[in-house]
């Protein structure tokens, strides 16, 4: 019988020869996560023996300026991995550069020029992707300038990966994808969102779907809810610019936090194939419940961090960040409370929360089932209801599973309390998980989505939240309502509580 989970198996693909041109080539994207993640792959062998990057970006830069720049980033930002001086020199004699501006379109005849000289010395056989790491506003521009020049198709493959945001509402989605559709087929789109990259992410597929003990109790007559965090501790950090027009909603619920709800909460697909498993996620988005505006206020909640003392250190409310309005309506954090409605999960709450300067960092899922039938003993917390079990999936950062379950104290007479048993990536394996990145570039290289966005999930999850954005544009926040290195604010616990629930302290 044919093993569904093959592709699972994710080594040893073979990334055929081509060149990756980077717009927006200067940016933090660039020296951040893509160079280092691809001298990742250089450094495990994972590129071709033919293979060129062509930067581009509007500063002015020989192709030797960007090796330099790209090998201070490259050392600055690698994780973990040494940085070896000779594989950098056989890297860097693959980057190159070619300054211009991306609203000119004489600069994607030189650009074009430049890919048929790769094409030659660097035999990259006519295979292009395109890396769109610009500033959004720039995103359809350049699409239409790729059709209008020719680029958009070749000799070989030619692809497209589009950065997060996509769209600043439904609206601008669907524009975006509008422009896509009219110059690239829907299968050399590759929208990213470096969440489903996660191996922790990916995991909960194999956890799930890999294992026959889960599957059976993965419904309303077991679980209760599903809370999915994603708690930074740090500010915006310099990107108060983009995070004021942006938001934790949209920053993260919108895209990472409903993909990881879709990865939950899909059904099984028949076989692990790219289409079938983007199907089962886009058809999860799909069955999430649609609110209206009015109910928004009910089922969502914003908060903005102001200032506070976080040890010997004062951190500033996020109205005095740089590049923020003094009165700025801008949510650092957001909680939802969604609900499902199929068969699966019809009536299981699933709250998703999101911000920044809360306690710590940490991303998880928890899934509570709901308590025993029957109390027969005595717990330890008070009121003898005992704890409900409890399956925890922590993306980061101690990547790994927990389930919490009830355990008799050691001693005379049946008193309870909750001990865990726990996976952990780190010592199970004991060896490095590749970057979201790396397994994303490899992905998008060989030809899979799997791990990408699709057009209709992409409108689905818009679709969800957009009357929660526009209940927001239509109010005026007493902003702040929380205190940096706090749990957010009032207004999310009272969410919880209305149906008797409360959020796990991750
Ligand atoms: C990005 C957001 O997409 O994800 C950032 O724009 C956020 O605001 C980041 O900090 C979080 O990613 P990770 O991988 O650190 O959880």
């Not at 030797?64 to 004699?93: C, G, I, N």
């Not at 990472?256 to 697909?269: D, K, R, S, Y």
């Not at 996620?281 to 069955?287: G, I, N, Y």
């Not at 998880?364 to 925890?392: E, M, T, V």
Request: glycine residues 8%; charged residues 25%.
């Amino acid at each position: 019988m044919a093993n569904p989970f093959r592709d699972l198996l994710r080594f040893e693909r073979r990334v055929p020869p081509c060149a990756i041109v980077i717009f927006g080539a200067n940016g933090d994207l660039t020296k951040r996560k893509l160079l280092p993640a691809l001298y990742r792959l250089a450094y495990d062998r994972r590129l071709p023996a033919s293979w060129a990057i062509l930067g581009n970006s509007r500063t002015e830069m020989t192709d030797d300026a960007f090796r330099e720049r790209m090998r201070d980033s490259v050392k600055h930002f690698l994780e973990d991995t040494p940085f070896d001086e000779d594989l950098w020199k056989q890297f860097a004699a693959n980057l190159f550069y070619h300054p211009g501006d991306i609203s000119d379109p004489a600069m994607y005849a030189g650009l074009d020029r430049r890919l048929k000289e790769l094409g030659q010395t660097h035999q990259t056989a006519g295979n292009a992707l395109f890396y769109l790491s610009t500033q959004p506003s720039y995103y359809q521009p350049v699409i239409t300038a790729l059709g209008q020049s020719g680029l958009a198709r070749g000799e070989g493959w030619r692809r497209v990966v589009i950065e997060k945001p996509f769209g600043h509402d439904l609206a601008s989605a669907r524009e975006l994808n509008r422009c896509l559709r009219g110059v690239f087929d829907e299968h050399d789109v590759y929208r990213i969102d470096h969440y489903l990259g996660k191996e922790t992410v990916q995991n909960i597929l194999a956890f799930r779907f890999g294992n026959g003990i889960f599957e059976p109790v993965w419904n309303r007559r077991y679980i209760n809810n599903v809370q999915i965090t994603a708690a930074e501790s740090i500010g915006v950090e310099g990107r108060g610019g983009y995070y004021q027009e942006s938001g934790a909603l949209r920053d993260m619920i919108q895209n990472h936090l409903m993909q990881v709800m879709a990865t939950i909460a899909m059904e099984p697909p028949a076989v692990f194939e790219s289409e079938t498993v983007r199907d089962e996620r886009a058809k999860l988005l799909r069955s999430v419940r649609l609110m209206t505006q009015e109910q928004a206020p009910m089922h969502a909640v914003a908060g903005q961090y102001g200032a506070a003392r976080i040890g010997s250190d004062d951190v500033p409310g996020f109205r005095e960040e740089p590049g923020v309005a003094k009165d700025s309506q801008t949510d650092t954090y957001a909680a939802v409370e969604l609900y499902v409605d199929n068969w699966r999960w019809a009536g299981v709450p699933f709250y998703i929360r999101s911000g920044k300067r809360l306690p710590k960092r940490v991303t998880d899922i928890a899934i509570q089932f709901n308590s025993a039938p029957l109390r027969l003993f005595n717990s330890d917390d008070g009121d003898g209801s005992g704890r409900p079990n409890l399956l925890i999936v922590r993306i980061q950062p101690e990547e790994g599973i927990s389930i919490r379950f009830l355990s008799k104290s050691p001693g005379s007479g049946m008193r309870l309390r909750p001990v865990s048993m726990d996976f952990n990536y780190g010592t199970s394996f004991g060896e490095r998980s590749p970057s979201a990145y790396e397994t994303l570039l490899v992905d998008v290289l060989v030809g899979d989505a799997t791990l990408y966005s699709r057009q209709d999930m992409v409108e689905a999850s818009w679709t969800v939240v957009q009357p929660i954005i526009d209940d927001w544009n239509a109010r005026k926040f007493d902003f702040p309502n929380y205190e940096s290195g706090t749990w957010g604010p009032a207004a999310a616990d009272e969410m919880l509580a209305r149906n008797g629930h409360a959020w796990r302290v991750p």
